[in-house]
């Protein structure tokens, strides 16, 4: 039996040059079910994405999704792509082992948390206030280079790394401290500035776009407060769910989410395209 993709659709375009199609997974020209390849926005026309793959219960584990898998690679491929991602839920452990098994490598996660209408507190000595226009312009570059400097650390080109975080800033910060459903915070201990937050009120979701205690203070317990301060924020601004991003080997701070009560919601990997 032969295991071929099928399109579905005609090639998609979008204004930012973007593309995206879908296929069907068929087997002998029998359908059993589909994949989605796109290419990323933010990371430019040759970093593809492979998502929505599924296949039909009756013809799982006889290797259908991985002849799918591999045949997306070679449309990536034709399409000039170097590297392509795969997001896979939380949840979907055989679509992790799938992309394990491909030669995929884990980048990293997010993660999530529902919460209470109960805000919780900070720990003695810990208060927070708005970040001042003096702290804003040397907190923004170094966001940015530190954020940078964590994707080219993981193999991202750093041309391709930099676009990317100057396209969060255009995106989320487009007024600066006066965007619109947009926190950034100072964290002070006894008076003294030990760490930042960043955290969106979006309509689904607060989601925390940027958390760090300063080098001189970690091991402190900071961290934890900064976490517990994004959750305050997120019931004040009257959401019942945060979301986070955590790069994969960051063990310190996957150690801290879990032990809040964080849970995976979404791995994500990547693998370059020979």
């Known amino acids: 039996m032969t295991t071929t993709l099928r399109p579905t659709e005609p090639l998609q375009r979008t204004a930012d040059g973007a ?19 796109s290419t990323v926005p933010e990371s430019g026309p040759n970093v593809a994405r492979v998502s929505d793959l599924r296949i039909e219960e009756s013809d799982r584990r006889r290797g259908r999704g991985t002849v ?5 690679e070679e449309i990536a491929r034709s399409w000039g792509c170097k590297r392509i ?13 799938l992309a394990t098994a491909l030669g995929y490598v884990l980048r990293s996660r997010n993660m999530a948390k ?12 810990s208060t927070a206030r708005p970040m001042t226009e003096a702290e804003y312009g040397p907190w923004t570059a170094h966001e940015r280079e530190h954020f940078a400097r964590s994707m080219i650390e993981r193999g991202v080109p750093a041309e391709e790394a930099y ?6 800033h255009a995106r989320f910060l487009p007024d600066g401290l006066a965007t619109e459903n947009t926190l950034i915070s100072v964290l002070e201990h006894e008076g003294t500035p030990v760490g930042t937050l960043w955290l969106g009120l979006w309509p689904e979701t607060a989601y925390v776009l940027d958390v760090e205690a300063d080098d001189a203070y970690r091991g402190r ?13 997120a019931v004040a601004g009257g959401k019942d769910r945060i979301t986070l991003h955590v790069f994969a080997d960051n ?11 964080y849970e995976t919601i979404q791995y994500n990997l990547a693998k370059e395209l020979l």
């Open 19 to 37: 593309q995206s199609r879908r296929y069907q997974v068929c087997v002998n020209s029998r359908p059993v079910g589909g994949i989605r390849l």
């Open 68 to 72: 799918a898998a591999l045949a997306a």
């Open 85 to 97: 991602e795969a997001p896979v839920p939380g949840d979907a452990e055989t679509a992790l082992r």
């Open 114 to 125: 529902r919460l209470d209408a109960t805000p919780p507190e900070l720990p003695a000595g």
């Open 163 to 168: 676009t990317r975080a100057d396209a969060g």
């Open 221 to 233: 317990g900071h961290g934890r407060a900064l976490m517990l301060l994004a959750e305050a924020q």
């Open 251 to 261: 063990a310190p701070a996957e150690r801290l989410y879990e032990s809040l009560g």
